[in-house]
């Protein structure tokens, strides 16, 4: 997988960067030096191609999920993540997860396969259109949730699904609403109070 890693600051926490459909690793820098200046940052390229754009994982239409290929690169990029780890000498405990759409919606992914193992993210625009029967026990993870109001890709209905989500299994949740799919300058703000009060 393509990324950029940028260290600002020994001993920091880490964002790591998952951007929307047809992205790129630098996409979210500005979004991340702005909630934090300090924080350092691995971005990374989704490897899945849909007509010619970069994503995460598979899809068979527009919220139509291959449950299959999702579960797969769900693990193969926490694989990626914990050997960034070790490279780049960080704690996995330590990383803020900051995903726009289909990024956020692999975090998603990454956070009920590996419940133990990510204690923040950001996530802005998500959707995860199934009933997830396990229970993972979420109690001491922070999470960020930036909706859209007349989203045209997530239905309001598909984002109070991915806010029960994570308060069925006992995350520490704040959320904000926006107008439609983006990721706002107010939803920023927010997420950079958000983080700044943890």
């Not at 790591?16 to 909630?35: C, K, N, P, R, Y």
């Not at 949740?173 to 439609?180: A, I, Y």
Request: no cysteine; hydrophobic share 40%.
């Amino acid at each position: 997988m393509n990324y950029i890693y940028k260290e600002k600051k020994k001993d920091a926490p880490v964002f790591v960067l998952l951007h929307g459909t047809g992205g790129t690793e630098t996409d979210l820098i500005s979004l991340a030096e702005f909630m934090n200046p300090d924080f350092n940052i691995l971005g990374i390229r989704a490897n899945v191609q849909e007509n010619g754009m970069n994503r995460y994982f598979k899809r068979h239409g527009e919220g139509q999920y291959d449950w299959e290929d999702l579960e797969f690169r769900g693990n193969e990029l926490y694989e990626f993540i914990t050997e960034k780890a070790k490279e780049f000498k960080f704690k996995m405990e330590d990383v803020v997860l900051v995903g726009f759409s289909n990024g956020s919606n692999i975090a998603i992914q990454m956070m009920l396969q590996q419940p133990d193992s990510f204690k923040k993210a950001a996530l802005f625009a998500p959707l995860y259109p199934a009933d997830v029967s396990e229970r993972q026990d979420f109690n001491e993870v922070d999470v960020f949730l930036s909706l859209g109001k007349g989203d045209p890709i997530v239905p309001e209905s598909e984002s109070l699904r991915v806010i029960d989500l994570f308060k069925e299994r006992g995350a520490d949740l704040t959320t904000v609403w926006v107008t439609g799919h983006s990721l706002t300058q107010e939803a920023a703000g927010q997420a950079k109070n958000w983080l700044g009060s943890e």
